[in-house]
Every structure is written in C-alpha cells, then in structure tokens.
C-alpha cells in the first residue's frame, strides 16, 4: 500500500531543481548526471512549474546515498537545510521582519505553506502541526506519507542559521525520523 501511495503521489518540480542545484553544490554536475542513470530516471531536465512522481526523488535520494555513504536522512536533512535561503526569499512577503526561528516554526503552516498551495493547487507540502510548550519549546508535528520529515528537520536547523540563532536553538527526534508521522522538539536555549 504505502510503495502505491509513493508512485501516484507527484511532487513539485522545485524540489526536483533544488536537489539537483544541492547535488550539483555539494558533487559537481556529472554527479547529478550519475544518480538520475543510477537511479534509472531518462526524462528530460526537472522543470520548476511541473510535477514529478514522488518515487523519483526516492531513488534518487537513495542512489546519492550508496554512492556517497552518507545515511538518506542524513542526506535530506543537508538538502532542508540548503533550502532556506531559497524558501525565505520566495515567501519573504509571508513573514514578518520581526520574526525570528521561533515565530518562523510557529507561522510555517498557516503563512508559508498556505500561500505554496494558493500558489500552485498540485503542490501538497507536508502539514506541520506547530505547539508551543510554553516560551522556550516547540512541538512540531510533521504528517506526511512521503515521509520525508529529514527534510522539515533540516529547514528548522537551516532557519536558525539564517537568522544566526544555531547556538541557540536545539533541534530532537522524540519519533523516529522515517515515519509518516514524526514529532520533532525544538528547544531555544538562552
């Protein structure tokens, strides 16, 4: 049933362009070239306003990590990460200048992903459930059958880095990361 849901599932093109531009960064592009044969993908180039089979990024992600050893959620938290600066400047008219990590995790489902499906109705992000536990800590409660909370775990560390606060903010798994359900705690330190 779940490898079912994976191969009707069709992800945003972005996410496509953004793993090649994070490849490319990281590797070089023959690199790129290589997983997308390795990982048996010969359609033309990704494309930013069309959607793609989830299982591609899947195999994809999948070939870098036998090819690079590096563990796939490892791998997908490093490209969340690199995603930041890109998402903050897209959406940079949904956030408030004040805004900082904390108000950033906590305005995520209603401002920046609320606005990516008023954009582009195909787009279907993950929903993230964001509680507050009181001033310094943050549930977030990411549900998604493409079980790619590695990600969202990289754009939370990746927001502290931009707005200089990774010394600050404490990022933990309470679930296992691989899941379609994963609770994430957020602890800001002072």
Same mark, same amino acid.
């Given at each position: 049933m779940e490898d079912n849901i994976i191969h009707k599932d069709r992800m945003h093109g972005s996410?496509?362009?953004l793993l090649k531009r994070f490849v490319e960064s990281l590797y070089g592009y023959s690199t790129w070239? @290589?997983?997308?044969?390795?990982a048996g993908i010969k359609h033309a180039p990704y494309q930013m306003d069309e959607t793609y089979p989830t299982g591609e990024i899947a195999a994809i992600v999948g070939k870098a990590s036998e090819l690079m050893r590096v563990p796939p959620h490892q791998?997908?938290?490093?490209?969340? *990460?690199?995603? !930041? $600066?890109?998402?903050?400047? !897209?959406? #940079? %008219? =949904?956030?408030? $200048? *004040?805004?900082? +990590?904390? &108000?950033?995790?906590? @305005? +995520?489902?209603?401002?920046? =992903?609320?606005?990516v499906r008023? #954009?582009?109705?195909?787009? +279907? $992000? $993950?929903?993230l459930l964001v509680t507050k536990k009181g001033s310094r800590q943050l549930i977030v409660d990411y =549900?998604? %059958?493409?079980r790619m909370a590695a990600v969202a775990v990289g754009i939370i560390k990746g927001i502290a880095k931009y707005y200089d606060?990774? &010394?600050k903010v404490e990022v933990t798994l309470l679930t296992p990361v691989g899941e379609e359900r994963v609770q994430i705690s957020v602890d800001f330190l002072l």
């Open positions: 996410i496509f362009v070239v @290589n997983l997308l044969e390795a791998l997908m938290e490093q490209y969340g *990460e690199s995603l !930041v $600066p890109d998402l903050l400047l !897209v959406y #940079k %008219k =949904h956030m408030r $200048p *004040e805004w900082r +990590t904390y &108000d950033m995790l906590l @305005n +995520t489902e209603a401002a920046m =992903h609320a606005a008023e #954009k582009d109705s195909r787009a +279907t $992000p $993950p929903l =549900h998604s %059958k493409r606060e990774s &010394d």
